[in-house]
């Protein structure tokens, strides 16, 4: 059932998610996107340039995020923009647990056209890892 523009306010919150981020998630995303820069699967390259540990790719942690709003609307097509700060990496320990990124959501402003701007907070390890994170959705 879609989001209805007549049902949200100012303030409405979105369900939150977490998205658990593995060493294996990594390589699959790296495979998907054609990124493999070592910093995102080699443990030794990554420290030598000065990261804490291997580290989740920027486009991974900003695709996760707004999967809390593609699955509050019901349909990613809804979202006509999207954008966000890097403020800090993702790091992912290869301990068979990995990390965690914790997403919230919450309706900032009420726009023409049935449009809604939606405000993410992104967090991993208790840190802040994307910034001015915001998405405008078309609602119904």
Known sequence: MA???????VGTELPAQS?????????????????FNPIHWNEKFALEVGLP???AH??????????VVTDWVG?????VEYGVRFTKPVPVPNDGVGAVIEVTGKVAALLE?????VDLVATSGGQKVLGMS???VRLA
Not at 23 to 34: I, W
């Open 3 to 9: 989001i209805s523009f007549d049902e949200v306010e």
């Open 19 to 35: 998205f658990p981020v593995t060493r294996a998630t990594l390589v699959q995303y790296a495979g998907a996107s054609g990124d």
């Open 53 to 55: 540990d291997v580290i």
């Open 58 to 67: 920027g486009m991974f942690t900003m695709a996760e995020a707004v999967r």
């Open 75 to 79: 349909d990613p097509a809804a979202v």
């Open 113 to 117: 056209d049935r449009k809604v701007r």
């Open 134 to 136: 915001r998405a405008v």
